[in-house]
């Protein structure tokens, strides 16, 4: 027989995944409607990496900003800028530039945290 101290811990176990299901599917809606091509695509398990270790508002702050930073460089090979990559960013550019984002967040808000 499980005691009721027990019972809350599943209780609010099912909740937190509940939770972590829609803020996924958030992430995931978000994420395609700002990288919509095929090559962007990454899989469930990235944003459960993601919310694991970072805010839900950093992600989403990120996914903006790597959305412009997207932007800008196809932007810069378009026009033929001196400081433009010599192809277009891929999946793993991008990834890994959202994730810095995510970073500088949590770092800036753990260092403001601290001032308090």
Known sequence: MIDKQMQEKIQHL????????EQVN???????????????EIT???FLIWLRKYEFDHIVSSFEAGADWLSTEVQKIEEGAEDALAEPPGKINLVKVVSKSMVNRKVIAEA?????
């Open 26 to 40: 958030v992430l995931r809606d978000l994420w395609n409607s700002l990288f919509s091509e095929a090559a962007f």
């Open 44 to 46: 469930q398990g990235q």
């Open 14 to 21: 099912r909740e937190r995944l509940e939770l972590q299901k």
């Open 112 to 116: 403001k945290g601290r001032r308090k």
